[in-house]
Structure formats: C-alpha cells, structure tokens
C-alpha cells in the first residue's frame, strides 16, 4: 500500500525502528542509516550463538541499510542529504536522535523545507528516558503482581515503546497526507512520557485516582472493573478466562455447567451477572469461589473443549517456546511466518505485517540487511552519486560495504 | 492534520476506539454510533460517584456519538449507510464487530465498493480474545513478576489493545493514501493475536527460543541482556535505574561516584562495561552488589540531584495517584492535558494527542459527547435526512436523542 513512499531511519532500540519496520511492511522503502560498525543497539540481546543480534534483525526486516560514520563532518552530512534526498514521497525521517543535534529540524529544514520528522524521544524536555522508566513513573509498576508483594513489578513487554513505535507511524502517515494537500512539512515528536500519561487519561486513570483521592491498588491477576482471573485446573495447567460481556458471562456459566448456581448467587445478592459487568467484579470472590472447584476438578483436554463449544474467552497460559513451538494459531500454522535465512547465519520463521489484506497474497519476506549492505546501492540511487564519488567516500571511511553480522 | 476524514467508528473497549480518538485528534471528524442505552463498554470502570464510565468518556474524547437501536433490521441499515456515506475522504469503518455479520467487509462493499474497513479482532479464524488471553498464550505472565513467585503475572496494562488501537490508525492512513491513488478499497484485519506473534517475532524472542531450545525465564526486575533495575534508597523511595548505551552507563557510573570500584572489577573480570552491554548484564549481580550500598545510604533528594546533573537515566517509582497529582512533567504541568467538563459531571484535566505539532497551537480538547450527542446533526449532515424523516427514526424507535451519562 505504501510502495511510493521512501523513509528514513536513524534510529536505535524499539519505538523508531518498529515504526520504519511497520512501514517497511506495508511497502514502504525504508533506509536505515547506522554508524560503522553498528549503533547502539547492534549488539543487543537476544543473540544468537554467533554473537548476531536476534533483536537488530528482528526490528530490521526488509529494509536498507547504509553504514556511515557519523562521527565524522563528511558522515554528518551524508546522513542529512539521504534524509532530505528529493522525491515527492520522500523527506520523510524517523528518528531518536536528539532534537538539537545535527538531525534537529532546524538543521534538516533548510536543506529540505517540505521534511517531515517524527522524533521519538524519552521526556518532551529532551531528557532521557526509558520504557521502563517510563513505566516506573506512570505508577504500572506498584498495581502489578501479587496482592501480598511489596516491591513493584516491572512489564517485561517494552509497551510504551511499542506503541510509540505504532503511534509514530500513524503520526507519519498523517503528516505526510497533510504535505500532499499543503507542501508543508513538519516535525512531530512523540514522547514516551506523553504516551504514558495520555494513555492514563485515555483508560480513565486520571479521572479515577483524582475523583476517588486515592490509588487503585494491587489486583494481583484479577481484571479491574470486571470478570476476568487465572484458574487452575486439575491437570496443574493455569488457565486465563475473561468475561466482560454479557455473551461471554453467558458462555462461561454454560461452559461449566454452574447456571443453577450462579442463579442462586444472584438471587442472594439481588444483582444480574450477566447484565451487570460490575457486579461480577464487586463479587467476584464469591464468583471465584464457585469456578474454582470446576477448574479443578477437571483437566485441560475436558475443559478447553468445553470451553471452546461455549465460545469462552479463555486461553492456556503457556511459555514463549510452548507458544513458539507448539501453538499453531499463534505461531507453527500462523500464514503471518515464513521461515527466511537471516544474516545471523539462523534460519528460522519470521513474521509479516500483523495486519491481514483481506484477499491479497501476503508479500514474501525480506530478511534484515546485513550492516552497510546497501549502501553503494543507496548512495547511487537515492543521492544519485557516480561510482567514482562512491568510492571516494570508502576510501576516506565516511561510508562502509556490507559487513559480517557481529 | 487529518480535517479532511471523516471515520465511523463502531466499536467497544480499547483497541478500536483508541483508533478513532488518535484520529479525532488530529483533526478527523469521528462518528461513533452505540446501541441506544450504551454498548458493552458504556459502564466500564473505573466509574465516576454518579456512574458514569470514567473510561468510556477517557477513549471518546472529541467524537461524535449516534445512538441507534442496532437490535433492529431497520437500524442496522441506518448503521450502514452512516459507514457508507458518500465523500472523498469519507468510507472509512474502524470496527470489532465480527467479520461475518451485518458490518463484514461483504455486507458494505456493494454499499459503498471503495470502502476501508480495518477490523480489530481477537484470533483471525474469529473466536474471541481479549488482551489478557493473548499475553497469556504468548507466554510473558510467566516471566513477569518476582523470580521466586511459581504462578503468571498478569499485565496490569492493556498493552496488545493499546499496540492494536494505535497499529490500526496506521493501517486506515496507509489504506486510505492506496485508495487516493487506485480509488480501491479492501479490508484490512488486525488480530490482538497476531499483533502479540508478531512482535514477539519482531524483538528477537522467536529466535530467542528457537535458538536455544528452552525459555527465558523470569528475571524479576532486571531488564534483559542489559544493565536496568530498581533500587531502594535511604528515604525509602525505590528507583529504576537504566543503563543501556555507553553513554547512560558512563553517566550512572559517575554519578553514584563508583569509578575506581567499577574499574576494579572490570580489571577482575576483564570486561569493559561501559562499551559491553552483555557484560553489564552478565555480571549484573556483582554490579548491583556494588551500587546497592550507594542508594540505600543516600536520600532520594540527594540522589535525585546527582543522577540528573549527570544524565543517568531514571526514575521514581510513584503510584498513578502520586504521578497524577504531583509529578510536573507527567501531569500537573503538562501542556498535553486541559481541564474539561465531562459527561460524567466531572471536570478534570484530559489528554489531546500524545504527539506535539512542534510550532502549531494545541487545538482545544472536545469532551467526549453524550450518548446520542448528534444523532440528528449526523442523521442531516451525513445521510441528508429531512427533519421529517429524522423525527420518524424517532417516532419509531430507531435512534435516541442525547441521553444523560450513566
């Protein structure tokens, strides 16, 4: 869909490079410029037994890659003409390079005045700042784990990165629709903090803790507000089962054949489950109290096929190799993987675009670049350089050829 | 930036109607239209004293609301004419409503043959999820939380709704710029589930597993493969405390004054932390064990001022109480968030877009509407109703006029 586009990505970690790889995905040319040698994120963990990084190649699917060294004046400016190269489609950077060095937009805008900028950063005030914490400061950490835990209890999911990284290229897109109908560019920053503290007033967190004066405090791994916790079952497997809806309460109580109960329940305490969401959650120990012994009574195979002809919300919890290695929807029949040789030397199955083009064949799947792979290629095309002035930029080491991962 | 759209958001919970309000805060005109009385999602908590949904008017801030008794063939037409309207930059239906009823992709093509429909679900074949099932079956409960604690941590965050919410605002913006080019529509799927495999495939972790034949495992507090942790101070404030460049490494190092005892068990060990993430992570222990004794013998004050002054980055660990009414940058001083009348009757400070426009004026942020706020206005303006024909949806039940909140 966005096969005219070209975007530029200087960028390091989750947010940015997510944002380019979601573009790439949907067809997008997206350049990624990176030191000689590879930037801060290079060498990131996971790794793979050669020393590769599972995380770059991961988050860098399908696109190109340019080696530059930035440390350099000559390399400064290279990586600003590819940002602001020509094309109607093109002027478009994704970034976490600091707002006032020399990626700001006060520097890339005389170059090309229509460049658009999305910056991820940490805090809008340019100081750092990490999904973590990030998270930390957004109060997740203290409603997390346990009741009786006294500590606070990090996300392992980078979340706000992630959605950052999403964010931006909505962000992006909107941008760039707005060029196309005013010829102005723009610089757009999207501050993790921002998202944290929007997404707290988005859910209604805001409003929440300054209405009732005080937090929330720990659930453990009951849902807020409504039906929804981990069961146990008699086979040792833990189950999560949800029921926000009336539906999905209808099919919860037919599932595990506990109508007449439930209706005693109710009539005892005068409410309706099924109509009211928060009456399951205000009695939910009660509740709790009744799915146990059935949960545990009986095994998984007998469950999930319950639970599965009644249309239970509910799901397994199982370990990312579980998952990876035996769970066909998720991942071992998943048409979102394709299995593509990648330059760890690791040969293994790797996904698409989470997003299904109802009636159009899947694009096949472009492994990541290795290191500088592409950059006489992009050199050539996009800054439209003779063979001669390539070579001289090698010879002074401005520009790097495709190196050995790790 | 997007004054031009106009989007039709028929939807319930996070995903999709964060989709829209990304949308209308960039300028989109964003019809939600509800079942007369409120849809699944109208009394979710956190709920204001009058109860009213703190949540439902957080994620449909500056829509427009329709109320249309949805029970009814007649105002399921209605719903569907609204989607299909006629416009240039209209035709364009953000939705989880199941892909085979009266709202599938086939039911509105032959309304409208150019129509974009981005479809939020939980697994594609369409049995349901929620953002809890799928974390469960994509295995991070089971890293998350203490090392000792033997069950699954739940997220407390939404994560995979908020990834799907802000992902599906891309995916309209990137469908809608194809369509200004070929004039086609389609439709376009996000599953939660495949959103959770995918980036799972994306931040390495498939091959992480694939690689090495077992799990991760839990890791407490620590980040993976790099140096981050909470620490506890004097004052008995806790801190996250992250160093994952050179830079933030060198920076923590020197304000905690810990040079010559990180030098010395870097010559111990024959590493060199600042330029070697992996060994900040592999000797994480011996590292904490020399930074331990600095936090817990200094206040957070004096800690504060010395972690600042020298870049590190950090944060407290606060409640959402503690963030929300104290903490500046996050909240009280954000130019993000303005003080709104909500439906609920309470007046508080709201969030407009988490991405700053750098050099254009916030726009003035909408309250969510009521419950039916512009049913006759959309009825007129976007289907071209007569005040006749409007008062006949009345008469006969098809639509409500604005209803009080809760």
């Known amino acids: 869909m966005l096969g005219k586009l070209r975007v530029i990505e200087g960028a390091a970690f989750v947010a940015a490079p997510s944002c380019g790889l979601?573009?790439?995905?949907?067809?997008?040319?997206?350049?990624r410029f990176d030191q000689i040698g590879g930037g801060p994120d290079y060498?990131?963990?996971?790794?793979?037994?050669?020393?590769?990084?599972?995380?770059?190649?991961?988050?860098?699917?399908?696109?190109?890659s340019i080696a530059i060294d930035l440390t350099t004046s000559a390399g400064r400016e290279l990586a600003v003409a590819v940002v602001c190269a020509a094309g109607e489609a093109a002027g478009l950077f994704v970034t976490n390079y600091p707002p006032h060095g020399f990626l700001s937009y006060?520097?890339?805008?005389?170059?090309?005045?229509?460049?658009?900028?999305?910056?991820?950063m940490g805090w809008p005030d340019g100081s750092p700042a990490l999904d973590y914490t990030v998270n930390a400061a957004a109060g997740l950490p203290l409603m997390t784990g346990p009741v009786d835990h006294d500590a606070p209890v990090n996300?392992?999911?980078?979340?706000?990165?992630?959605?950052?990284?999403?964010?931006?290229?909505?962000?992006l897109l909107a941008?760039?629709?707005?060029?196309?109908?005013?010829?102005?560019?723009?610089?757009?920053?999207?501050?993790?903090?921002?998202?944290?503290?929007?997404?707290?007033?988005?859910?209604?967190?805001?409003?929440?803790?300054?209405s009732r004066g005080v937090d929330r405090g720990r659930l453990g791994n009951d849902l807020y507000g409504t039906f929804g916790r981990d069961f146990m079952t008699a086979s040792g497997c833990r189950v999560m089962v949800c029921a926000i809806t009336p539906r999905q309460w209808s099919a919860l109580v037919t599932a595990l054949d506990l109508g007449e109960a439930v209706a005693a329940l109710e009539s005892r305490l005068g409410v309706a489950f099924a109509r009211d969401e928060s009456a399951r959650f205000q009695h939910r120990r009660e509740l709790f109290a009744l799915l146990e012994p059935v949960f545990a009574s009986r095994s998984i195979d007998s469950l999930?096929?319950?639970?599965?002809?009644?249309?239970?919300?509910?799901?397994?919890?199982?370990?990312?190799?579980?998952?990876?290695?035996?769970?066909?929807?998720?991942?071992?029949?998943?048409?979102?993987?394709?299995?593509?040789?990648?330059?760890?030397?690791?040969?293994?199955?790797?996904a698409g675009p989470p997003a299904t083009l109802v009636g159009t064949a899947r694009r096949p799947l472009a492994p990541a670049p290795r290191l500088g792979q592409h950059t006489d290629e992009i050199l050539a095309s996009v800054l439209g350089?003779?063979?001669?002035?390539?070579?001289?930029?090698?010879?002074?080491?401005?520009?790097?050829?495709?190196?050995?991962?790790?």
């Open 22 to 31: 979601y573009l790439a995905q949907f067809g997008a040319e997206v350049i």
């Open 175 to 210: 941008a760039e629709r707005d060029r196309r109908e005013t010829g102005a560019g723009r610089e757009i920053r999207v501050p993790l903090s921002d998202l944290a503290a929007a997404t707290l007033s988005n859910l209604g967190c805001v409003a929440e803790v300054m």
């Open 385 to 406: 350089l003779s063979a001669a002035a390539i070579g001289r930029l090698h010879d002074a080491g401005v520009v790097s050829a495709p190196e050995a991962f790790a």
């Open 304 to 350: 999930a096929a319950a639970l599965d002809a009644a249309g239970v919300t509910w799901s397994r919890y199982q370990s990312v190799h579980t998952a990876v290695t035996t769970d066909a929807r998720l991942f071992t029949r998943n048409p979102l993987f394709e299995r593509v040789s990648q330059p760890s030397g690791f040969d293994y199955p790797s």
């Open 106 to 120: 006060q520097a890339l805008r005389p170059v090309r005045k229509d460049i658009i900028c999305v910056r991820v």
């Open 43 to 64: 060498h990131r963990w996971p790794l793979a037994p050669g020393g590769a990084s599972f995380y770059w190649e991961g988050l860098n699917k399908g696109k190109k």
């Open 155 to 171: 996300h392992v999911l980078p979340a706000w990165d992630l959605l950052c990284g999403s964010y931006a290229a909505f962000a």
